[in-house]
């Protein structure tokens, strides 16, 4: 599948698969990820091993899996478990930590739009993929495409990941005491890859040396769910939660341990319920979706780089990447994927264009940007 890429998209993913290979030695060694030592589980949030069930004696399939965290978790719980990722370096140090701790799991190095025959045309019970590995990804419609086939019948989709709000947001001070959360990036998708130049990852350990830029894409709510629709994945849940982790230093934690902004924040009032984006369907079994939800209003303001913005404000700290996750279960429910014609026209890459970054505004960002500071 990456064949049907042309050559400027397949060149960003070249880079991409660079820059986590050097991020990985450093990533392994850091206090943030604790490998050997973290228990994998703590990786999710409660919900997640409600809605995905007994995994025992299940075929799991972790996407974009990394150092393979959360993927031991899965293999912990009894799943035959497989792990693909892009990144040779991160296999490899995978494959020795599951080694370590005398788990069972596979691990395949390939683009996840190669996995079907990077994988033998196996199909899995469940495929699970997020927590920071959209943003990666150039084209979601090919994505959503790849899971259709990977997927047995009746078999799940599992994203949990960073909600698109989050990664356009940013604290600037409004005096020594106080901070303004602002809207500074783009949180819908169609405005092509991002370059980031950092040569501070997201973990503590040292700086990158050689490997220092990435590609990140923009994908908003809409586009994902569209995605899995349109490849024929029924969407049966979708939550937008309260944080599992601190994303910002004024957080507070509720009383059961979750992460939301003081009920002085601007634009924050507490327990102000927003319509359910999407609740197209019930689950067949299961407990009924979770109708409550926080909202947490912007309001626009100064544009800075929200990498830069996190270092100032967070030190880039563990706490800094703990950017909370919006799950969507999605199950195929059998057949094969049903995507609209409109949606199957050829699809056009977006070159990477140059220049400074630009005033952010959701929708409405200029041309494409470069970012530095760390990542
Ligand atoms: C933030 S990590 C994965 C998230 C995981 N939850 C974690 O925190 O460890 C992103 C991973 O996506 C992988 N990746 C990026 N683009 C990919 C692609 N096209 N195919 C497969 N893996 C990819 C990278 O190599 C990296 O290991």
Redesign the pocket.
């Known amino acids: 599948m990456t064949d049907g890429f042309d050559d400027t998209t397949r060149r960003l ?1 070249e880079t ?2 660079a820059n ?1 290979d050097e991020r ?1 030695p450093i ?1 392994a060694a850091s206090r943030f ?1 604790d490998v050997g030592r973290k228990d994998p589980a703590s ?1 999710f949030a409660d919900y997640e091993w409600t809605d995905l069930g007994d995994l025992a004696g299940r075929d799991v399939l972790h ?5 393979g ?2 993927t031991a978790a899965f293999a912990r719980r009894g799943a035959r478990t497989v792990g ?4 040779g370096a ?1 296999v490899a140090e995978a494959g020795r930590l599951a080694a370590q701790a005398g788990l069972k799991i596979e691990y395949v190095r ?4 190669d996995a079907v025959e990077a994988l033998g045309g196996r199909r899995f019970d469940v495929v699970y993929t ?4 959209l943003c ?2 150039p084209d979601l419609d090919r994505w959503a495409d790849v899971l259709a086939r990977l997927l047995r019948p009746g078999g799940r989709v599992y994203v949990v990941e960073f909600h698109p709000v989050l990664a356009a947001l940013g604290l600037v001070p409004r005096s020594p005491d106080e901070r303004d959360l602002v809207l500074r990036n783009d949180c819908l998708a169609g405005r092509g890859p991002v370059r980031i130049d950092a040569s501070r990852t997201y973990t503590d350990g040292p700086a990158l040396r050689e490997a220092t830029v990435c590609y990140e894409w923009a994908h908003g709510l809409g586009e994902v769910v569209t995605a899995l629709v349109g490849a024929g994945i029924g969407v049966t849940r979708l939550r937008e939660s309260e944080l599992p982790w601190p994303r910002w230093p004024h957080m507070r934690q509720t009383g059961r341990g979750w992460w939301r902004l003081p009920d002085d924040a601007p634009g924050c009032r507490s327990a102000t319920p927003c319509s359910a984006p999407a609740e197209p369907a019930r689950p067949a079994t299961g407990p009924p979706p979770n109708r409550h939800r926080e909202c947490h209003r912007t309001a626009q303001g100064t544009p800075l780089s929200r990498h830069r913005e996190r270092r100032r404000t967070t030190g880039a700290t563990p706490s800094d990447v703990g950017e909370p996750p919006a799950g969507a279960v999605g199950t195929r429910r059998g057949g094969p994927p049903r995507r609209p014609d409109r949606l199957r026209a050829p699809r056009r890459a977006r070159p990477v264009r140059g220049g400074p970054a630009g005033p952010s505004h959701c929708g409405r960002r200029p041309t494409p940007r470069t970012r530095r500071g760390s990542r």
């Open positions: 993913m991409i698969e986590w990985t990533h990820y990786w996407l974009q899996c990394h150092l965290t959360e693909l990722d892009l990144s991160a390939a683009n996840v739009y997020g927590k920071g590995a990666y990804l």
